[in-house]
Nanobody, 126 residues
Framework: QVQLVESGGGFVQPGGSLRLSCAAA????????IGWFRQAPGKGEERDFV??????????HYADSVKGRFTISWDTAKNTVDLQMNSLKPEDTAVYYC?????????????????WGQGTQVTVSA
């Protein structure tokens, strides 16, 4: 089964940028829509929706908190789904995960075990 692997996290100052990548290890994304979610410190197992892109690359969704700052895209050359994050704020600090999504609902689609990968840590701090 295909597992999604996140990379690109790091430490950045407020106002800085990072680019996250989501790769499909052991296969391809198929016809799945893909989304990014994040788990902020102190929020237990709750993961908040950040952004998603449909399988046909014709539509995207964003959480209100990241609109205008984050951009999700398919990179067909690298076979990844990337999340470009600009104008980062301390409240963007979280572990970021990618997953398949039900695009119309901005909800993860857990059809593999485990449902979530390891994620990638993003820390925004002065």
């Amino acid at each position: 089964q295909v597992q999604l692997v996140e990379s690109g996290g790091g430490f950045v100052q407020p106002g800085g940028s990072l680019r996250l990548s989501c790769a499909a290890a052991g296969g391809s994304f198929g016809l799945y829509s893909i989304g990014w979610f994040r788990q902020a410190p102190g929020k237990g197992e709750e993961r908040d929706f950040v952004a998603s892109i449909n399988w046909s690359n014709t539509n995207t969704h964003y959480a209100d908190s990241v609109k205008g700052r984050f951009t999700i895209s398919w990179d067909t050359a690298k076979n990844t789904v990337d999340l470009q994050m600009n104008s980062l704020k301390p409240e963007d600090t979280a572990v970021y995960y990618c997953n398949k999504v039900i695009f119309s609902a901005d909800q993860e689609l857990c059809d593999t075990t485990p449902c979530w990968g390891q994620g990638t840590q993003v820390t925004v701090s002065a």
